[in-house]
């Protein structure tokens, strides 16, 4: 692990404001971005993500989704398309 990632999953760990499940479903589709090599965004779909995060509600990923958005963490852009997925870019805060 580079001291980036370090840095990213402190400065989640240390952020009072968010849950467990807040915190797995961002720590899910961070790695989604690093099996793929990219740098601050990445295509997902709901179900890998849901899947990885140990996830079975839609309505509790979207509600986490929400306030990772609204916390600043991430933008969320979804295609509404079945195939191309949603479009997550990651605002890294680092304390």
Do not use: W
């Not at 740098?39 to 979207?62: K, W």
């Amino acid at each position: 692990m580079n001291e980036k990632d370090k840095n990213i999953i402190s400065t989640l760990l240390n952020d009072d404001c968010l849950t467990s499940t807040q915190l797995t479903v961002y720590l899910a589709m961070y790695l989604i971005l690093l099996e793929r090599g990219f740098s601050d965004r990445v295509f997902i779909s709901r179900r890998e993500v849901m899947q990885l995060s140990r996830i079975n509600s839609f309505a509790t990923y979207h509600k986490n989704i929400q306030h990772l958005k609204r916390l600043g963490y991430i933008e969320y852009l979804p295609s509404y398309h079945p195939h191309k997925g949603t479009m997550i870019i990651f605002n890294f805060k680092i304390s």
